[in-house]
């Protein structure tokens, strides 16, 4: 039985709590924020409002970070130099260097790390990615990211909305659409960019180029209250493969759709989109790449580098 300690029960705990509480060959045993009432919900449970006690009193074989961005690499570290395993929140750091330090750290203490990138786990994405893998649909000609929202105002300490904690949209929302774009499609080339920064919005439009196609991307926290919306539409030479108005569908040339948005029950050309929760994909995994001493082939360093890099270079 793995034994899990989860640190920073904020938004996003949410989504990690409930997937390890369902896992059966593990056990989550302590969870800790600086923040009591955070972890009132979760009575069973013991509560840390201190990491570093946290680490002291109980025996880990897995921590899962989901504290603020600035955070996340020291506290990775800290963990495996105990040797735990970690899986932490994106992304990994606002710094390029921490990928090195941090898997160094890793491959020291002989322990598994991970980055929570969950688009690397979402079905539409996961789909997308098979596609342009087994060219079923011949060669990828363009691609379109999008994902657009209005400034968040619920982050403890409004960390969110600060820069040197943040690193703002594109650290926090364009990173999920360009982290799969370098391990979708490899490394690309910045051809434009433009940004309009304020301190109540910022937004970002990129156009990436892949040697044989380029990728158009735009991502935002507009200052009013702009409903989410992540979307994706790629051109390859047989059909386009649209995720938009929250349907997934292949549109074939000679016009035949096919619609993958809901589980497939009939006939969809022998594509399935399986209705499964990406979090739960992504954690799952990591627990099994644990259990069963297995490396994480679906993230290497050298991606995550290549993300940042780019991302300190707009
Ligand atoms: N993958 C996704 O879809 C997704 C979505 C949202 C957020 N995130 C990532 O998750 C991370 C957390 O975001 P959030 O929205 O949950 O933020 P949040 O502000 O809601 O939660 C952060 C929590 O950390 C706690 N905390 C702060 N400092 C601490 C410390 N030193 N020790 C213990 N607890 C501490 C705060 O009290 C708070 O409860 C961010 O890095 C963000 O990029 C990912």
């Known amino acids: 039985m793995l034994k899990v300690g989860l640190v920073g029960v904020g938004g996003i705990s949410g989504a990690h709590i409930p997937v390890w509480e369902e896992m059966e060959n593990l056990e989550l045993i302590a969870i800790c924020d600086i923040r009591t009432e955070?972890?009132?919900?979760?009575?069973?449970?013991?509560?840390?409002?201190?990491?570093?006690?946290?680490?002291?009193?109980?025996?880990?074989?897995?921590?899962?970070?989901?504290?603020?961005?600035?955070?996340?690499?020291?506290?990775?570290?800290?963990?495996?130099?105990?040797?735990?395993?970690?899986?932490?929140?994106?992304?990994?750091?606002?710094?390029?260097?921490?990928?090195?330090?941090v898997y160094s750290t890793a491959k020291k203490n002989n322990v598994k790390f991970m980055v929570a990138q969950v688009l690397r786990f979402w079905p539409e994405y996961v789909l997308l990615k098979e596609i342009y893998d087994t060219k079923k649909y011949g060669k990828l000609l363009s691609g379109s990211?999008?994902?657009?929202?209005?400034?968040?105002?619920?982050?403890w300490d409004g960390w969110m909305s600060d820069e040197k904690r943040s690193?703002?949209?594109?650290?926090?929302?364009?990173?999920?659409?360009?982290?799969?774009?370098?391990?979708?499609?490899?490394m690309p080339k910045v051809?434009?960019?433009?940004r309009s920064k304020l301190p109540n919005q910022d937004y970002i439009c990129l156009n990436y180029d892949f040697g044989d196609f380029s990728i158009h991307s735009e991502?935002?926290?507009?200052?009013?209250?702009?409903?989410?919306?992540?979307?994706?539409?790629?051109?390859?030479?047989?059909a386009i493969v649209s995720n938009e108005n929250g349907k997934m569908i292949i549109m074939k040339n000679?016009?035949?759709?096919?619609?993958?948005?809901?589980?497939?029950?009939?006939?969809?050309?022998n594509i399935n989109?399986?209705?499964?929760?990406?979090?739960?994909?992504?954690?799952?995994?990591?627990?099994?790449?644990?259990?069963?001493?297995?490396?994480?082939?679906?993230m290497k360093p050298e991606e995550l580098q290549c993300v940042l890099e780019i991302l300190n270079s707009l």
């Open 38 to 101: 955070r972890m009132e919900k979760y009575p069973q449970k013991r509560h840390y409002t201190d990491f570093d006690e946290m680490l002291e009193k109980e025996q880990f074989d897995i921590i899962d970070i989901c504290l603020p961005t600035y955070l996340h690499a020291d506290f990775a570290v800290k963990a495996m130099k105990k040797g735990i395993n970690v899986i932490t929140e994106k992304p990994i750091s606002l710094k390029k260097e921490d990928v090195e330090r």
């Open 145 to 155: 990211m999008i994902r657009l929202g209005g400034m968040p105002k619920w982050s």
């Open 167 to 186: 690193g703002l949209v594109p650290f926090d929302l364009h990173i999920h659409d360009l982290d799969f774009m370098v391990y979708a499609f490899g």
């Open 191 to 194: 051809t434009y960019q433009y």
């Open 219 to 238: 991502a935002s926290w507009y200052a009013p209250d702009y409903p989410f919306k992540a979307e994706f539409r790629f051109q390859f030479e047989d």
């Open 254 to 269: 000679d016009n035949t759709v096919i619609d993958l948005s809901q589980e497939a029950e009939g006939d969809t050309g």
């Open 273 to 298: 989109l399986p209705k499964s929760n990406a979090y739960a994909n992504e954690i799952h995994y990591f627990a099994d790449c644990v259990e069963k001493d297995l490396p994480i082939e679906k």
